[in-house]
């Protein structure tokens, strides 16, 4: 540790250590944040001069105290002092065709899960926690897996998380609570929170919903949607003993994760567990049964309360000529038939296949956009036995893509095409045969990108896939006309943000670069608008609210909202109606 003070020529440094921690006395006011956050005890204060004093010895560079201290006096200089990360490996399934098996493996071991859990510092304001939309407590569950109670470590889950399961898997960590990770905010590949969550789930039976208060005692709510958000909802409710009704259009229950994800990263064995727990408890679902914005009156006379928890379903299609050919489908089509395909191990109709000189034609699938749902898209047109390409009009750099996602498409035979976009479709007997491609240029994140060549490629293709994702239900706009609301944050964060350090880190290399302590800020502002009636009676989580998000925000906006009914406990009044209270 070395004590500086610029004005003062006569200060001499000793040789610097693996690692050096410099305080700028003449910064310092003695505030002690550094301190209190310090996960290893490296800092103290000097009782002389009541400022800040380290030791070099205890520091493990994390650089908490860096981020942490509102006068930029402390520079730690040395390498991040940590293990490898435990490696997950992604398995490729042979034959490819056909092939439902996970890809994505999990920790198998003690001795790995125990190897990871030791990288973590158990921070004092542990930074991951804020990253995570649902605040899991993470330094509380690692610590129980360090101690070899994967019980303990599941109750720690499940007073926060009711898909802790499918989250581990599904999502995107490095943006959330990966990211949010002091190590990465320092530059450094961060504790595997994800591969610890599912290892615990993995290895340790699920509980059943269990009753914890009596805070919902008489009180009937209706959930518009089975997805995560009304998962979310519904499970917090059904723990305080409100009787609740969930109402899905869908022959079956699961919203998203059920007919959105394949089985290849999210087996539906765990999709269901939430919904065996839910009917076990006495929640009443209804499927089969879908709910139009005319007939909320009617369920606000009904019931006590009416969640929206409807999501964004509404696929996003592209206008070029040529979208209206007969092959020219949306990803929530494709999903739902690829799967139902392959499930009855047959062929997608649509790949009649043309023959050529007498030999057996490879279906060939373009997908349109190169995020999540066009990864899934094209990954289930290789298990189909057809190529896929996969077309995308933003730049690689600036794409809102996993590059995980990316990297199993690749070893699975996709060909994605960044930068590229398509110019117009070109049809044969009605039906699309061509798709004429044209380059694109994209400078920087915030611009539009631009075509840049005016001499379109062809392919040919045998279906064509719309899969830029998904908006909100344009029905419900007289109901929503908020949404979707912005995630994020304005005016000035609050203290204990700023003062946790996660701001300061503007985007870590392992977030892909991305504002990670802002992007959390604004998932918090979200939710907390989520706690707010849109209508007398009447509330909305999830996508529904928000437009497309992850499944964690959604079942985090979920818990809120039934929070939020629960401290309101709101009496049905006959005399009011939904029309009344949304003028």
Same mark, same amino acid.
């Given at each position: ?57 205890? +520091?493990?560079?994390?650089?908490? +105290? ?53 990288? +973590? ?76 969550? %599912? ?73 269901? %567990?939430?919904?065996? =727990? ?8 209804? +499927? ?97 036995? =057809? ?45 699309? =045969? ?47 006309? =908020? ?88 009496? %049905? ?11």
């Amino acid at each position: 540790m070395t004590l500086t003070n610029p004005n003062n020529s006569n200060n001499h440094t000793q040789p610097v250590p693996s690692q050096h921690v410099t305080v700028l006395v003449d910064r310092c006011s003695g505030c002690q944040e550094c301190v209190v956050r310090c996960p290893t005890g490296a800092l103290s204060m000097e009782a002389s001069t009541w400022t800040a004093i380290g030791e070099d010895a205890s +520091c493990v560079g994390c650089r908490q +105290c860096v981020r942490t201290c509102p006068f930029g006096a402390i520079i730690v200089q040395g390498p991040l002092l940590v293990s490898a990360r435990v490696s997950c490996p992604t398995q490729k399934p042979v034959p490819l065709e056909g092939n439902f098996e996970e890809t994505r493996t999990g920790i198998h071991s003690w001795a790995d899960a125990l190897a990871e859990t030791n990288r +973590c510092l158990t921070c004092p304001d542990p930074t991951c926690v804020r990253g995570c939309p649902a605040h899991n407590d993470i330094p509380s569950f690692i610590a129980a897996i360090r101690d070899g109670d994967l019980d303990q470590a599941q109750r720690v889950l499940r007073l926060t998380s009711c898909l802790p399961d499918i989250c581990s898997r599904v999502c995107d960590q490095a943006v959330q609570c990966e990211g949010a990770c002091t190590w990465s905010l320092a530059g450094g590949t961060p504790v595997a929170i994800g591969a610890l969550e %599912r290892f615990i789930t993995d290895n340790s039976p699920m509980p059943p919903l269990e009753h914890v208060s009596d805070d919902g005692t008489g009180l009937d709510v209706a959930i518009i949607g089975s997805g995560p958000a009304g998962i979310g909802a519904a499970w917090e409710l059904a723990q305080a003993g409100a009787s609740v009704s969930v109402f899905e259009k869908d022959d079956k229950p699961g919203g998203l994760p059920r007919w959105g994800i394949p089985d290849f990263t999210l087996p539906q064995t765990v999709s269901a %567990r939430p919904w065996d =727990a839910l009917l076990a408890s006495g929640v009443t679902l209804r +499927c089969g049964t879908e709910v139009k914005p005319d007939q909320l009156e009617e369920l606000v006379q009904t019931y006590n309360a009416v969640i929206l928890a409807h999501g964004a379903g509404t696929p996003v299609r592209l206008s070029v000529d040529g979208d209206v050919l007969e092959g020219v489908w949306d990803s929530t089509r494709f999903l739902a038939e690829a799967y139902s395909a392959l499930a009855d191990h047959r062929s997608l109709p649509a790949f009649k296949g043309r023959a050529k000189l007498g030999a057996v034609h490879i279906p060939r699938v373009l997908i349109v956009g190169a995020g999540n749902t066009a990864m899934d898209v094209a990954r289930l047109a290789r298990r189909l036995g =057809a190529s896929a390409i996969c077309v995308d009009w933003m730049d690689r750099r600036f794409a809102p893509v996993r590059p995980d996602e990316l990297k199993e498409a690749a070893a699975e035979g996709v060909d994605i095409r960044f930068s590229t976009a398509i110019d117009h479709l070109e049809g044969l007997e009605g039906r699309v =045969a061509v798709a004429h491609l044209t380059r694109t240029r994209q400078d920087r994140a915030t611009q539009t990108p631009r075509v840049v060549s005016h001499s379109p490629a062809k392919e040919q293709v045998d279906l064509v896939v719309m899969a830029m994702g998904y908006r909100l239900d344009p029905a419900f706009a007289s109901i929503l006309p =908020a949404a979707p609301v912005a995630r994020s944050h304005v005016g000035l964060p609050d203290r204990r943000w700023q003062a946790s350090g996660l701001l300061a880190a503007r985007g870590p290399a392992f977030a892909r670069n991305q504002p990670v302590g802002e992007l959390a800020l604004g998932r918090e502002s979200a939710q907390a608008r989520s706690a707010v009636s849109v209508a007398n009676r009447v509330w909305a989580a999830g996508d529904a609210l928000t437009g497309p998000a992850t499944v964690v925000e959604a079942m985090a906006q979920g818990r809120r909202v039934a929070q939020a009914i629960l401290d309101a406990h709101p009496v %049905r009044a006959s005399s009011q109606t939904l029309k009344e209270t949304v003028s």
